[in-house]
């Protein structure tokens, strides 16, 4: 399927963008624009992500699952890819605005044209103000910023070093006078440092989706809890001792201490009977 590039007018931009200090002049888009009626939230991080961030973003986009909500990033290596795959995961509408053109020649980084193509035909879309055919380059990428928090109602940041262009997006967030949501590291860990910054300065701390829906207006969907199964086997009751918190397969399958083919079936016949859940590779359990 063919997804031509389109223009936007200037009465036709989201109107979180036209209140932007500097807006764009013009708008090129492939694919879907958002619905007016859709809360965006972006969601940036570092490029060399930890396990923990993985996590984290499978974690907290999982429980959005359901909700008018819009996934906005920036095309790149790291966590913003990490949320780009996790909102499609999860049924979310999902916007990316790279550094440089939305050209299928230009798509930046180049690995990621599979990733911009699965975007589009999953329903959401391409954003930029550069030209289709504009190469992105060093100052591109900090103006590209301003529009990913500029049309988002709120920005997330998931691992941030001190001096990561991640904390270009959240002093924009702030500028913008919108609402900028952290979530805590380790505190030993470089990839923190950035995020308790604003932290401090009194950005809000993210440690479950509700968080997020509270900041953006949102309800929790009302859901009956699923009962704490009775007739489990000790294999399957270790697996649940063990998911306190989401865990990655490998992590999960080391620490159930059972050769791989065997715990490879009990967590099989776990998810069918609706004990656990899987979501890019990371458990998590199903009842509350």
Known sequence: MDFPIEYLKDNEFPRLLRE???????LNYRGAIPSPETKLLAVVG???YTNYGKQVTDYLLAGLRGHNIGIVSGLALGIDSLAHEAAL??????????????????????RHKPLARKILEKGGGLLSEFAPDFRATTWSFPQRNRLVCGISHATLIIEASEKSGTLIT?????????ELLVVPGNIFSDNSKGVHQFM???ATPVTEPKDILDVLGLEVKSEAPRAKPAALSAEESRVLE??????????LIRQIGLPISAATVILMQMELAGHIVESNGTYRKNYG
Do not use: M, V
């Open 20 to 26: 932007i200090p500097s807006p764009p002049k013009e």
């Open 46 to 48: 570092s490029r060399h």
């Open 89 to 110: 995961t999860n049924d979310l509408y999902t916007l990316a605005i790279p550094g440089g053109g939305i050209s299928d020649q230009t798509i930046y980084p180049a």
């Open 170 to 178: 959240a002093k924009l967030t702030a500028d913008y006078n919108r």
């Open 200 to 202: 401090k300065l009194g």
């Open 242 to 251: 063990i998911l306190t918190a989401p865990l990655e397969r490998d992590t």
